[in-house]
């Protein structure tokens, strides 16, 4: 079966960094999503990875190793606006998404 | 960027009734739009996949005769829910992607429908 895993709740503090881990399991791949989705609010694209290694987008980095099944978002110089679930999610090989249940992150001052 | 929008985005209606919610790409032609729903704490989940001039495809379990989806040209689809229940109360998520581009899907900001 299809099958995304991520940690329900992280706790971090400001200004430090966070690491939310992701693995994956589908029927072929076609790429690591994440996204970021406030309270009440439809989930925001962050990051994309189709190949191995990291990409980083200012404060958000993001890595994928297909061999491992596996994938993470680092969150460098928290601000409190970060607080919000981190979505990982894995396209199939039918271009579909397969959806985590989501990491919600709490930023403490 | 590309930006997808939903009307409404919240509605309450009485049990029996039936709720039209709009996904619109107000910048791009969408050949795809997708429709999700998330429920508290729960992750979002496909419904069903709506191409242009076509029927859409519906994932295992949902009822395509209460939830009727059209998507009559490339910058709408809609979404019915019909005969609606307090079990349908959920929130509704419309994403679209480019004609050609599976590297993204761009979200709508979803509607809250609240069935009484």
């Known amino acids: 079966g299809q099958n995304i895993d991520q940690p329900t709740e992280m706790t971090a503090t400001e200004g430090a960094i966070v690491q939310i881990n992701c693995t994956y399991q589908t029927s072929g791949f076609n790429g690591l999503f994440w996204y970021q989705q406030h309270a009440g609010e439809a989930p925001t694209f962050l990051s994309y990875n189709v190949l191995d290694g990291l990409e980083e987008k200012g404060r958000f980095s993001s890595f994928l190793s297909r061999s491992k099944g596996y994938s993470y978002l680092l969150l460098k110089e928290l601000q409190m606006k970060d607080s919000a679930s981190y979505l990982c999610a894995a396209m199939d090989s039918n271009y579909q998404l397969i959806w985590g249940a989501g990491t919600k992150l709490i930023i403490k001052p | 960027g590309a930006v997808v929008s939903q009307h409404p985005s919240w509605v309450i209606c009485k049990s029996g009734t039936s709720v039209k919610i709009e996904c619109r790409s107000l910048d791009f032609q969408a050949t795809t739009m997708f429709w999700y729903r998330q429920f508290p704490k729960q992750s979002l989940m496909l419904m069903a996949t709506s191409n242009e001039g076509s029927k859409a495809t519906y994932e295992q379990g949902v009822e395509k005769d209460k939830f009727l989806i059209n998507h009559a040209s490339l910058t709408l689809s809609t979404l019915t829910v019909t005969s609606a229940h307090p079990e349908d109360s959920s929130f509704y998520i419309c994403?679209?992607?480019?004609?050609?581009?599976?590297?993204?899907?761009?979200f709508g900001p979803g509607t809250r429908l609240t069935v009484t």
């Open positions: 994403s679209a992607s480019l004609a050609g581009e599976v590297d993204e899907q761009y």
